[in-house]
């Protein structure tokens, strides 16, 4: 927590965010809310739970008002939620234990389920000598790998030394994911170029005799429902590790059908619906990972968090204790899965420090409670005329450690 006072002049003062004096509860301002509401909204509210809405049985809403009124009863939820952090955490030890051992679980049994269907592939692509199923084998392949990076990354968040790591390890979880993503969408392109090299080539391969179709079946089915099974379990999971396996568990569904449908095609008909299958599933490979790719990294450098979240910590400050004067500063970034939050408040004169103090300090873990945020600085002051205490950096300094 930081502790601030400094002067400033008239011309250059700021307008505070929030006045100390709007401290109504969400019930008031729910109350108000709907009981301005038109009728063709207000028969989508639950009677028992105003903050609820099923606009199903509302007619006559315009896209933009339904889309305008599902944000408004999101963030009136999101109070709610703030409210509750009054009673009781968000999430307790055990809560939080548990999760941690079904995520463990998941990522097991997935490590384990790619171990043995790899070996499977592996003799469909030597029976079958198809292009589709050989890159749905490297497919299989570079899950091993990449599940073994994503299980190194979760046991290296484990283990933290905090004079080495003072905030932690959480950024290895975006870090791990982008390594991951990566080496997919490598896959992809390697089996693009294959692809392309036996469309080149232009030669018919042998046809497939019955043994051979009863394999490349079997294996292949069999792939695609433990991979089935695995995408169910894993994609509830609140671990984003995890949901990382979901991703590519969904994804190996996908080339187990594309793969076979492609492999079983193109031996029946034309030979060239193989490879054109295989270029299908390359592409589709490094379009996806790409694009997870982006999300994470985007994630590791300070991208502000969504006006709704700004709006959910700007309700918890002001309302947090009746000393708080008014609300001048709120930030929220993303700093790796979790945000950093920076809240500015203005306080009395004359309070003495001892109290200031609690008060910062006691809005700080209310604040680090939310399960968005990962840590939370609160900065007191006596006024709000004032000009931003940190500049931003547009360029590195010429000296770096």
């Known amino acids: 927590m930081e502790a601030n006072g400094r002067g400033g002049g008239n011309d250059e003062a700021r307008a505070p965010l929030l006045a ?103 003799y469909a692509t030597i029976k079958s000598g198809s292009i589709a199923i050989a890159a749905s084998t490297l497919d299989s392949l570079l899950d091993l790998m990449a599940g073994g990076i994503l299980w190194f990354t979760h046991l290296s968040m484990k283990s933290i030394n905090v004079y080495k790591y003072p905030i932690g390890k959480l950024r290895v979880q975006p870090v791990g994911i982008i390594i991951f993503a990566a080496v997919m969408a490598t896959l992809g392109f390697q089996v693009f170029i294959q692809a392309v090299e036996k469309l080149i080539v232009n030669e018919t391969p042998d046809k497939l005799n019955a043994v051979q179709l009863l394999w490349l079946y079997s294996i292949m089915i069999f792939a695609t429902v433990v991979k089935l099974a695995l995408w169910l379990y894993c994609r509830t999971s609140g671990n984003k590790i995890v949901r990382a396996y979901a991703k590519d568990h969904y994804f190996d569904v996908v080339t187990n059908v594309v793969g076979l449908a492609a492999a079983v095609l193109g031996d029946r008909f034309y030979w060239w619906i193989d490879p054109i299958g295989a270029i299908a599933l390359a592409v ?16 590791l450098v300070g ?74 600085f609160v900065h007191l002051d006596f006024e709000c005329d004032h000009k931003p205490e940190h500049s931003i950096l547009s360029k590195l300094p010429s000296s770096q450690p």
């Open 303 to 376: 991208e502000s968090a969504p006006p709704e979240m700004l709006q959910k910590l700007t309700y918890l400050a002001i309302r947090h204790h009746s000393q708080i004067k008014r609300v001048d500063t709120v930030r929220a970034y993303t700093f790796g899965v979790l945000y950093f939050v920076e809240v500015d408040i203005e306080l009395p004169e004359d309070l003495p420090l001892k109290e200031a103090h609690a008060i910062g300090e006691s809005l700080q873990i209310k604040i680090e409670e939310l399960p968005e945020v990962e840590r939370a």
């Open 284 to 299: 589709y490979t490094i379009s996806n990972w790409s694009g997870t790719v982006w999300e994470n990294a985007v994630s």
């Open 20 to 122: 100390g004096r709007r401290r109504n509860s969400v019930g008031s301002m729910r109350g108000e809310f709907v009981s301005r509401l038109p009728k063709k909204v207000l028969d989508a509210v639950d009677p028992e739970h105003p903050s609820h809405v099923d606009f199903s049985r509302s007619k006559g809403l315009l896209e933009g008002e339904r889309e305008y009124y599902e944000k408004q009863f999101a963030t009136l939820r999101s109070f709610e939620e703030v409210d509750s952090l009054e009673e009781s955490n968000v999430i307790s030890e055990e809560d939080e234990l548990k999760e941690q051992n079904q995520s463990e679980f998941a990522m097991k049994i997935s490590n384990y389920a790619n171990i043995v269907l790899l070996a499977l592939k592996i």
